[in-house]
């Protein structure tokens, strides 16, 4: 991890947060007490901040510098909001695609489904705010960069991006290894949101029966399924297939 990637110190980290930089997770110690932490956690519970409760010795992989027990990460990418980058696709006339990743933790596979989303011109990746990868420096380097130019919306929830999706007029397709929908039959020629859950698990079954429409990629081996971004890659060229064979702008 590069120095500039993370900031330490109970004081530094609050003026982090009040300064409205983009931190990704915030580490403390266990057990850390005193009124600092205290003002520290409610700015964590208002601004609706990833944290995690570690052990001293993590903290100390960041640093051995004087962390008095708080290590903050911060993106490498400015979070888009989810509202205005909508808004702006439907100002401008744009057919919008957004993919949304429920529980994807692996950089490498993240980095992977950035770099195929923008080259098939997606328009944003939607990622929930606790039990999700991060964009940090290895995540930018897997995308080939991708990260610095497609938004990405860090949401509280997949199942409240979900819900705003489909007010805004989105159809959600799930990609479920379980469905019976072929998924060159979903229509993609409409505003459309794919959905993407971790390998292990899957989609949360809470946001799959949100979701309009649920496919599934034919399998035919003995291993019965694909990896998650080798998956998303096959479900955003299915999109741009129809839409070029629509004539529909496919950007």
């Given amino acids: 991890m590069e ?3 993370f900031i330490f110190g109970i004081r530094a ?4 947060i009040e300064a409205g930089r983009d931190v990704d997770t915030i580490y403390i110690k266990k057990d850390l007490q005193g009124d600092l932490i205290k003002e520290l956690l409610g700015l964590i519970r208002s601004r609706h901040l990833p ?8 903290l100390n992989k960041f640093t051995r510098k004087n962390h008095q027990g708080v290590v903050a990460t911060l993106s490498a990418v400015t979070y888009s909001s989810l509202g205005h980058v909508i808004t702006q696709l439907y100002e401008d006339g744009i057919l919008p695609l957004i993919v949304v990743l429920d529980g994807i933790t692996d950089v490498r596979n993240f ?3 950035a770099r195929t ?3 098939c011109g997606a328009n944003a990746i939607v990622i929930p705010e606790h039990g999700s990868v991060s964009v940090q420096g290895d995540a930018v380097k897997t995308s080939a960069g991708a990260l610095l130019r497609l938004p990405v919306c860090r949401e509280h929830t997949v199942g409240a991006a979900v819900r705003f999706l489909k ?10 290894e379980k469905a019976d929908i072929n998924y060159t039959r979903a ?3 409409v505003p459309t949101a794919i959905v993407m859950g971790a390998e292990d698990v899957g989609i949360q079954p809470g946001v799959l029966e949100l979701c309009d429409t649920k496919v599934s990629i034919p399998m035919f081996g003995h291993i019965g399924s694909l990896n998650v971004s080798v998956a998303a890659g096959v479900m955003l060229y299915e999109v741009v297939r129809q839409r070029l064979e629509s004539n529909l702008e496919v950007i």
Wanted: include cysteine; charge should be negative; aromatic fraction near 6%.
């Fill in 117 to 119: 989303a923008e080259c």
């Fill in 111 to 113: 980095g992977a489904i």
């Fill in 187 to 189: 229509d993609y020629t």
């Fill in 3 to 5: 120095a500039n990637e």
């Fill in 51 to 58: 944290m995690r409760r570690v052990p001293l010795e993590k």
């Fill in 13 to 16: 980290v609050i003026e982090a």
């Fill in 167 to 176: 007010d805004n007029g989105f159809q959600v397709v799930a990609a479920s």
